[in-house]
């Protein structure tokens, strides 16, 4: 399985930006699909994740500033991120849970926001 995440990049504080993740390859039964980051000297945390159904669940931080959704025909996550703030700059990571083995973790993209 490979999670290729784009979107990522530069942006002023309150602005927007929209991070995609694609599987591929032979891609198991799964449960959610999600979102995690991991900012400098700080551990992996989970930003956003949302169910085969569509049920969502966030971080208290980003509640009311991100939405996540998926296609499940083209196994794509998707992170739109509005609003953003400095304490949002982090390395992004796309996560895909299988019903059984372990989690499949993407490269990370960089989002950073300058105040």
């Known amino acids: 399985v490979q999670l290729v995440e784009s979107g990522g990049g530069l942006v002023q504080a309150g602005g927007s930006l929209r991070l995609s993740c694609r599987a591929s390859g032979i891609i198991p039964s799964f449960n959610d699909m999600g979102w995690y980051r991991q900012a400098p000297g700080q551990q992996r945390e989970l930003v956003a994740r949302?169910?085969?159904?569509?049920?969502?669940t966030y971080a208290d931080s980003v509640k009311g500033r991100f939405t996540i959704s998926r296609d499940n025909a083209k196994i794509t996550v998707y992170l739109q991120m509005n609003s953003l703030k400095s304490e949002d700059t982090a390395v992004y990571y796309c996560?895909?849970?299988?019903?059984?083995?372990?989690?499949?973790w993407g490269q990370g993209t960089q989002v950073t926001v300058s105040s």
């Open positions: 996560n895909l849970n299988p019903i059984l083995g372990t989690d499949y």
């Open positions: 949302i169910s085969p159904g569509g049920s969502p």
